[in-house]
Protein backbone atom coordinates (compact mmCIF):
# COMPACT_ATOMS: atom_id res chain seq x y z
CA UNK A 1 0.00 0.00 0.00
CA UNK A 2 1.16 3.96 -1.21
CA UNK A 3 1.61 5.92 1.57
CA UNK A 4 -0.26 8.85 2.17
CA UNK A 5 1.83 11.82 3.09
CA UNK A 6 2.53 15.35 2.88
CA UNK A 7 5.43 17.57 2.51
CA UNK A 8 4.57 20.63 3.95
CA UNK A 9 7.38 23.10 2.65
CA UNK A 10 6.80 26.43 4.94
CA UNK A 11 8.88 28.89 6.55
CA UNK A 12 6.16 30.67 8.85
CA UNK A 13 6.30 28.91 12.10
CA UNK A 14 2.62 30.20 12.65
CA UNK A 15 1.68 28.88 9.49
CA UNK A 16 3.13 25.61 9.91
CA UNK A 17 1.43 24.92 13.37
CA UNK A 18 -1.81 26.22 11.61
CA UNK A 19 -1.44 23.76 8.32
CA UNK A 20 -0.83 20.48 11.14
CA UNK A 21 -3.81 21.42 13.10
CA UNK A 22 -6.26 21.76 10.06
CA UNK A 23 -4.49 18.35 9.05
CA UNK A 24 -4.65 16.55 12.55
CA UNK A 25 -8.23 17.58 12.62
CA UNK A 26 -9.54 16.00 10.10
CA UNK A 27 -7.37 13.01 11.01
CA UNK A 28 -6.64 12.46 7.16
CA UNK A 29 -3.21 12.30 7.59
CA UNK A 30 -0.54 9.20 8.37
CA UNK A 31 1.99 11.83 8.05
CA UNK A 32 3.53 15.08 7.57
CA UNK A 33 6.94 16.31 6.77
CA UNK A 34 8.66 19.42 7.29
CA UNK A 35 10.79 21.60 5.98
CA UNK A 36 11.46 24.94 6.01
CA UNK A 37 13.43 26.05 3.08
CA UNK A 38 13.80 25.36 -0.80
CA UNK A 39 16.78 23.59 -1.00
CA UNK A 40 15.80 21.30 1.98
CA UNK A 41 12.59 20.72 -0.20
CA UNK A 42 14.66 19.55 -3.75
CA UNK A 43 17.12 17.91 -1.43
CA UNK A 44 14.33 16.05 0.63
CA UNK A 45 12.63 14.94 -2.73
CA UNK A 46 15.91 14.41 -5.20
CA UNK A 47 17.78 12.30 -1.69
CA UNK A 48 20.10 14.70 -1.91
CA UNK A 49 22.48 16.57 0.60
CA UNK A 50 21.14 16.33 4.56
CA UNK A 51 18.36 13.88 2.81
CA UNK A 52 20.71 12.16 1.39
CA UNK A 53 19.66 8.95 2.78
CA UNK A 54 15.83 9.50 1.65
CA UNK A 55 17.24 8.57 -1.67
CA UNK A 56 14.95 5.80 -3.08
CA UNK A 57 12.54 6.07 -0.53
CA UNK A 58 8.56 7.20 -1.64
CA UNK A 59 7.73 9.98 -2.65
CA UNK A 60 4.67 12.37 -0.60
CA UNK A 61 1.45 11.83 -2.20
CA UNK A 62 1.62 15.75 -2.34
CA UNK A 63 3.47 18.84 -1.63
CA UNK A 64 2.02 21.83 -0.34
CA UNK A 65 4.62 24.60 -1.30
CA UNK A 66 4.93 28.49 0.02
CA UNK A 67 6.43 30.65 -2.62
CA UNK A 68 8.34 32.94 -0.37
CA UNK A 69 11.28 30.60 0.63
CA UNK A 70 14.61 31.19 1.64
CA UNK A 71 17.51 30.13 -0.09
CA UNK A 72 15.40 28.65 -3.27
CA UNK A 73 11.97 30.30 -4.02
CA UNK A 74 8.91 27.93 -4.16
CA UNK A 75 9.26 29.27 -7.70
CA UNK A 76 12.46 27.19 -8.37
CA UNK A 77 11.93 24.43 -6.49
CA UNK A 78 8.91 23.97 -8.40
CA UNK A 79 10.81 24.13 -11.84
CA UNK A 80 13.56 21.91 -10.32
CA UNK A 81 10.81 19.82 -9.48
CA UNK A 82 9.50 19.63 -13.24
CA UNK A 83 12.53 18.79 -14.67
CA UNK A 84 13.57 16.04 -12.87
CA UNK A 85 11.77 12.55 -14.34
CA UNK A 86 11.35 11.23 -10.51
CA UNK A 87 9.43 13.90 -9.56
CA UNK A 88 8.38 15.70 -13.04
CA UNK A 89 4.35 14.34 -11.93
CA UNK A 90 3.99 14.97 -8.60
CA UNK A 91 1.05 17.03 -7.33
CA UNK A 92 2.39 20.60 -6.03
CA UNK A 93 0.38 22.92 -4.49
CA UNK A 94 1.31 26.17 -3.62
CA UNK A 95 0.09 27.65 -0.92
CA UNK A 96 1.11 31.26 -0.09
CA UNK A 97 -0.06 34.40 0.94
CA UNK A 98 0.44 36.25 -2.25
CA UNK A 99 -2.25 37.22 -3.97
CA UNK A 100 0.04 38.64 -7.19
CA UNK A 101 -1.38 37.54 -10.83
CA UNK A 102 2.24 36.89 -11.44
CA UNK A 103 3.29 34.79 -8.88
CA UNK A 104 0.07 32.72 -10.00
CA UNK A 105 0.60 32.68 -13.57
CA UNK A 106 4.22 31.97 -13.12
CA UNK A 107 2.72 28.93 -10.74
CA UNK A 108 0.80 27.34 -13.21
CA UNK A 109 3.66 28.12 -16.55
CA UNK A 110 6.07 26.14 -13.80
CA UNK A 111 3.60 23.67 -13.68
CA UNK A 112 2.02 23.78 -10.41
CA UNK A 113 -1.46 21.49 -9.77
CA UNK A 114 -3.03 24.66 -8.16
CA UNK A 115 -2.56 27.43 -6.51
CA UNK A 116 -4.12 28.38 -3.36
CA UNK A 117 -4.13 31.60 -1.51
CA UNK A 118 -3.99 31.02 2.02
CA UNK A 119 -6.81 33.06 4.11
CA UNK A 120 -6.30 36.00 6.47
CA UNK A 121 -9.41 34.63 8.61
CA UNK A 122 -8.15 31.79 10.90
CA UNK A 123 -11.17 29.94 10.45
CA UNK A 124 -11.25 29.95 6.68
CA UNK A 125 -7.51 28.90 7.01
CA UNK A 126 -8.29 25.49 8.71
CA UNK A 127 -11.23 25.10 6.52
CA UNK A 128 -8.80 25.59 3.31
CA UNK A 129 -6.22 23.43 4.15
CA UNK A 130 -8.61 20.76 5.40
CA UNK A 131 -10.33 20.77 2.46
CA UNK A 132 -6.76 20.33 0.44
CA UNK A 133 -6.24 17.22 2.70
CA UNK A 134 -8.90 15.40 1.71
CA UNK A 135 -9.27 16.23 -1.97
CA UNK A 136 -5.12 15.21 -2.32
CA UNK A 137 -5.17 12.22 0.02
CA UNK A 138 -8.25 10.85 0.18
CA UNK A 139 -10.32 11.99 -3.23
CA UNK A 140 -7.39 12.95 -5.79
CA UNK A 141 -6.37 9.59 -8.17
CA UNK A 142 -2.42 10.75 -8.64
CA UNK A 143 -0.62 8.80 -11.22
CA UNK A 144 1.61 5.57 -9.92
CA UNK A 145 5.32 5.71 -10.68
Same mark, same amino acid.
Not at 13 to 26: G, T, V
Given at each position: M??????L??????D?????R??????L????????D??Q???Y????G????????????V??L??????? @??? *?V?A +? $? !?A??RT #???? /????? @??D *?D?? +? $? !?S???? #?N?? /??K?LD?? *??V?????????W?????????
Amino acid at each position: MTRKAILLVEDNQQDEFLILRALRKINLVNEVDVVRDGQQAVDYLLGEGEFADRAGESLPTVVLLDIGLPRL @SGL *EVLA +R $L !RATPRT #ALLP /VVILT @SSD *EDRD +R $L !RSYENG #ANSF /VRKPLDFG *EFVETVARLGVYWLATNDAPQR
